[in-house]
Protein backbone atom coordinates (compact mmCIF):
# COMPACT_ATOMS: atom_id res chain seq x y z
CA UNK A 1 0.00 0.00 0.00
CA UNK A 2 1.90 3.42 -0.98
CA UNK A 3 -0.04 5.32 1.31
CA UNK A 4 1.28 3.95 4.12
CA UNK A 5 5.16 3.91 3.16
CA UNK A 6 7.22 4.71 6.01
CA UNK A 7 8.61 8.53 5.72
CA UNK A 8 12.31 7.03 5.95
CA UNK A 9 11.26 4.54 2.63
CA UNK A 10 11.41 8.18 0.44
CA UNK A 11 14.63 9.49 1.46
CA UNK A 12 16.73 6.27 2.40
CA UNK A 13 16.04 4.34 -0.89
CA UNK A 14 17.15 7.56 -2.67
CA UNK A 15 20.15 8.96 -1.06
CA UNK A 16 21.82 4.89 -0.80
CA UNK A 17 20.99 3.96 -4.30
CA UNK A 18 20.24 6.98 -6.68
CA UNK A 19 24.30 7.76 -7.12
CA UNK A 20 24.49 4.29 -8.32
CA UNK A 21 21.87 4.81 -10.23
CA UNK A 22 23.29 7.35 -12.16
CA UNK A 23 26.18 5.74 -12.75
CA UNK A 24 24.38 3.23 -14.74
CA UNK A 25 22.49 5.61 -16.70
CA UNK A 26 18.99 4.48 -15.24
CA UNK A 27 17.85 7.60 -12.72
CA UNK A 28 19.02 10.99 -11.86
CA UNK A 29 19.40 12.36 -8.42
CA UNK A 30 16.40 13.36 -7.05
CA UNK A 31 15.90 17.34 -6.87
CA UNK A 32 15.01 18.62 -3.28
CA UNK A 33 11.46 20.10 -4.55
CA UNK A 34 11.01 16.66 -6.27
CA UNK A 35 10.91 15.23 -2.68
CA UNK A 36 9.08 17.66 -1.07
CA UNK A 37 6.26 17.55 -4.02
CA UNK A 38 6.20 13.84 -3.91
CA UNK A 39 3.48 11.91 -1.75
CA UNK A 40 5.71 8.56 -1.75
CA UNK A 41 9.12 7.12 -2.26
CA UNK A 42 6.76 4.95 -4.67
CA UNK A 43 6.00 8.32 -6.27
CA UNK A 44 9.13 9.34 -7.83
CA UNK A 45 10.77 5.70 -8.01
CA UNK A 46 7.42 5.20 -10.46
CA UNK A 47 8.40 8.37 -12.63
CA UNK A 48 11.80 7.03 -12.74
CA UNK A 49 10.56 3.36 -14.37
CA UNK A 50 12.22 1.43 -11.30
CA UNK A 51 8.89 0.55 -9.22
CA UNK A 52 7.13 -2.08 -9.84
CA UNK A 53 8.59 -2.64 -13.11
CA UNK A 54 12.20 -3.50 -12.56
CA UNK A 55 12.63 -6.51 -14.99
CA UNK A 56 11.98 -3.57 -17.38
CA UNK A 57 15.24 -1.97 -16.57
CA UNK A 58 17.72 -2.72 -19.53
CA UNK A 59 21.41 -3.11 -18.57
CA UNK A 60 24.36 -3.76 -21.28
CA UNK A 61 26.21 -6.43 -20.08
CA UNK A 62 29.54 -4.42 -20.39
CA UNK A 63 28.40 -1.73 -18.23
CA UNK A 64 26.85 -4.59 -15.70
CA UNK A 65 30.82 -5.89 -15.75
CA UNK A 66 31.79 -3.14 -14.39
CA UNK A 67 29.77 -3.23 -10.90
CA UNK A 68 29.75 -6.99 -10.45
CA UNK A 69 31.30 -10.80 -11.45
CA UNK A 70 30.05 -13.66 -11.76
CA UNK A 71 29.43 -15.46 -8.50
CA UNK A 72 29.35 -12.16 -6.73
CA UNK A 73 26.65 -12.06 -3.51
CA UNK A 74 23.80 -9.57 -3.69
CA UNK A 75 20.82 -9.01 -1.17
CA UNK A 76 17.70 -7.96 -1.59
CA UNK A 77 16.74 -4.12 -0.47
CA UNK A 78 13.16 -3.32 1.09
CA UNK A 79 11.72 -1.30 3.91
CA UNK A 80 10.47 -2.53 7.08
CA UNK A 81 6.78 -1.67 6.49
CA UNK A 82 4.25 -2.00 9.34
CA UNK A 83 1.09 -4.01 8.35
CA UNK A 84 -2.15 -4.19 9.68
CA UNK A 85 -3.68 -6.32 12.53
CA UNK A 86 -0.23 -6.23 13.73
CA UNK A 87 1.79 -7.34 11.07
CA UNK A 88 4.82 -6.21 9.58
CA UNK A 89 6.60 -6.75 5.81
CA UNK A 90 10.24 -6.75 5.20
CA UNK A 91 13.03 -8.23 3.90
CA UNK A 92 15.20 -11.58 4.67
CA UNK A 93 12.85 -12.67 7.65
CA UNK A 94 14.15 -16.12 6.99
CA UNK A 95 16.05 -16.09 8.95
CA UNK A 96 16.54 -12.63 10.42
CA UNK A 97 13.33 -13.50 13.23
CA UNK A 98 15.08 -16.27 14.56
CA UNK A 99 17.87 -14.42 15.21
CA UNK A 100 16.26 -11.97 17.00
CA UNK A 101 14.44 -14.87 18.79
CA UNK A 102 18.02 -15.83 19.70
CA UNK A 103 18.90 -12.64 20.65
CA UNK A 104 16.08 -12.24 23.08
CA UNK A 105 16.99 -15.74 24.74
CA UNK A 106 20.22 -14.47 25.33
CA UNK A 107 18.89 -11.71 27.14
CA UNK A 108 16.73 -13.67 29.45
CA UNK A 109 19.74 -16.10 30.48
CA UNK A 110 21.03 -14.89 34.13
CA UNK A 111 23.53 -17.39 33.90
CA UNK A 112 21.70 -19.67 36.75
CA UNK A 113 20.48 -22.37 34.06
CA UNK A 114 21.56 -26.07 35.19
CA UNK A 115 22.30 -26.49 32.13
CA UNK A 116 24.74 -25.03 29.22
CA UNK A 117 23.10 -23.39 26.49
CA UNK A 118 24.57 -22.47 23.36
CA UNK A 119 23.10 -19.75 20.85
CA UNK A 120 23.94 -21.04 17.43
CA UNK A 121 23.83 -18.71 14.35
CA UNK A 122 25.03 -20.56 11.66
CA UNK A 123 25.38 -20.18 7.91
CA UNK A 124 24.12 -21.87 4.37
CA UNK A 125 21.09 -23.32 6.05
CA UNK A 126 19.50 -23.03 2.46
CA UNK A 127 22.08 -24.86 0.27
CA UNK A 128 22.40 -27.94 2.16
CA UNK A 129 22.54 -26.69 6.47
CA UNK A 130 26.14 -27.00 5.98
CA UNK A 131 26.52 -24.54 8.87
CA UNK A 132 24.94 -26.62 11.31
CA UNK A 133 26.81 -29.77 10.50
CA UNK A 134 30.04 -28.19 11.79
CA UNK A 135 28.59 -26.71 14.82
CA UNK A 136 26.78 -29.81 16.01
CA UNK A 137 29.75 -31.94 15.64
CA UNK A 138 31.58 -29.38 17.59
CA UNK A 139 29.22 -28.82 20.43
CA UNK A 140 27.61 -32.67 20.35
CA UNK A 141 24.71 -31.00 21.71
CA UNK A 142 21.93 -33.52 24.10
CA UNK A 143 19.33 -31.33 22.42
CA UNK A 144 18.68 -29.40 19.32
CA UNK A 145 16.51 -26.59 18.38
CA UNK A 146 16.11 -24.91 15.05
CA UNK A 147 14.59 -21.57 15.51
CA UNK A 148 13.58 -20.89 11.92
CA UNK A 149 10.65 -19.41 9.97
CA UNK A 150 8.07 -21.96 8.41
CA UNK A 151 5.61 -21.25 5.23
CA UNK A 152 1.90 -20.30 6.09
CA UNK A 153 -0.64 -22.03 4.15
CA UNK A 154 -3.85 -19.55 4.65
CA UNK A 155 -3.32 -17.99 1.73
CA UNK A 156 -3.21 -19.48 -2.32
CA UNK A 157 0.08 -21.16 -3.03
CA UNK A 158 1.40 -24.37 -4.04
CA UNK A 159 1.81 -26.12 -0.09
CA UNK A 160 -0.14 -28.04 1.46
CA UNK A 161 -0.05 -27.95 5.03
CA UNK A 162 -2.12 -26.01 8.45
CA UNK A 163 0.27 -23.28 9.02
CA UNK A 164 -1.41 -19.97 9.65
CA UNK A 165 -0.12 -16.51 10.44
CA UNK A 166 -2.50 -16.10 13.28
CA UNK A 167 -2.34 -19.44 14.65
CA UNK A 168 0.65 -18.96 17.12
CA UNK A 169 4.27 -19.83 17.64
CA UNK A 170 5.03 -23.47 15.53
CA UNK A 171 6.19 -26.32 16.97
CA UNK A 172 8.08 -28.59 14.40
CA UNK A 173 6.54 -32.16 14.44
CA UNK A 174 8.04 -32.87 11.04
CA UNK A 175 9.24 -32.14 7.48
CA UNK A 176 10.39 -33.97 5.06
CA UNK A 177 14.01 -33.95 6.23
CA UNK A 178 13.21 -34.67 10.19
CA UNK A 179 10.75 -36.16 12.43
CA UNK A 180 11.26 -34.71 15.68
CA UNK A 181 11.73 -36.20 18.99
CA UNK A 182 8.09 -36.92 20.63
CA UNK A 183 9.29 -35.77 24.19
CA UNK A 184 10.99 -32.53 23.50
CA UNK A 185 7.31 -31.42 21.45
CA UNK A 186 5.51 -32.66 24.34
CA UNK A 187 7.77 -30.47 26.32
CA UNK A 188 7.37 -27.61 24.18
CA UNK A 189 3.45 -28.06 24.29
CA UNK A 190 3.22 -28.02 28.16
CA UNK A 191 5.50 -24.81 28.48
CA UNK A 192 3.03 -22.99 25.99
CA UNK A 193 0.34 -24.91 27.80
CA UNK A 194 1.73 -23.34 31.39
CA UNK A 195 2.50 -19.78 30.23
CA UNK A 196 -0.20 -18.82 27.90
CA UNK A 197 1.41 -18.93 24.26
CA UNK A 198 -0.82 -19.61 21.76
CA UNK A 199 1.10 -22.19 19.76
CA UNK A 200 0.24 -24.54 16.41
CA UNK A 201 1.89 -27.88 15.52
CA UNK A 202 3.78 -27.78 12.76
CA UNK A 203 4.16 -30.39 9.72
CA UNK A 204 4.94 -29.26 6.16
CA UNK A 205 5.54 -31.36 2.95
CA UNK A 206 8.40 -28.95 1.84
CA UNK A 207 11.18 -27.61 2.85
CA UNK A 208 13.49 -28.27 6.05
CA UNK A 209 15.97 -26.90 8.84
CA UNK A 210 18.83 -27.22 10.69
CA UNK A 211 17.18 -29.26 13.27
CA UNK A 212 17.77 -32.03 10.30
CA UNK A 213 21.21 -31.72 10.89
CA UNK A 214 22.07 -31.83 14.03
CA UNK A 215 19.58 -34.85 13.97
CA UNK A 216 22.14 -36.97 11.91
CA UNK A 217 25.27 -35.46 13.89
CA UNK A 218 27.52 -37.47 16.07
CA UNK A 219 25.49 -40.54 17.26
CA UNK A 220 21.93 -38.73 16.55
CA UNK A 221 20.58 -36.23 18.64
CA UNK A 222 17.12 -35.54 19.91
CA UNK A 223 15.91 -32.20 17.96
CA UNK A 224 12.61 -30.26 17.42
CA UNK A 225 11.93 -26.60 15.80
CA UNK A 226 10.55 -23.58 16.85
CA UNK A 227 9.13 -21.83 14.04
CA UNK A 228 7.04 -18.16 13.31
CA UNK A 229 4.76 -18.88 10.06
CA UNK A 230 5.46 -16.01 7.60
CA UNK A 231 4.13 -15.89 4.10
CA UNK A 232 6.12 -15.93 0.44
CA UNK A 233 9.83 -16.80 2.35
CA UNK A 234 11.29 -17.23 -0.23
Known amino acids: DKKNLPNKFLGHYLSDFAPDLLKLGLSKSPEASEIENSKSGFEILEKRMLVPNFHAIK ?9 VKLGDVCGYFGPWI ?34 DVYYVF ?18 QPDFGF ?12 DLQGSNTVDGGIGI ?35 GGTDASSMNLSNWGVKVSGIVTVVRYPH
Do not use: F, W
Request: aromatic share 4%.
Open 59 to 67: ISAHDAAKY
Open 82 to 115: DLQNDRVSSRSLDDRIGCYQLLEALKENDGTYPN
Open 122 to 139: TVQEEVGCRGSKGTAARI
Open 146 to 157: AVDITPAHDYPC
Open 172 to 206: KICDPSVVCDPDLVAAMEECCERDGIKYQREVIDK
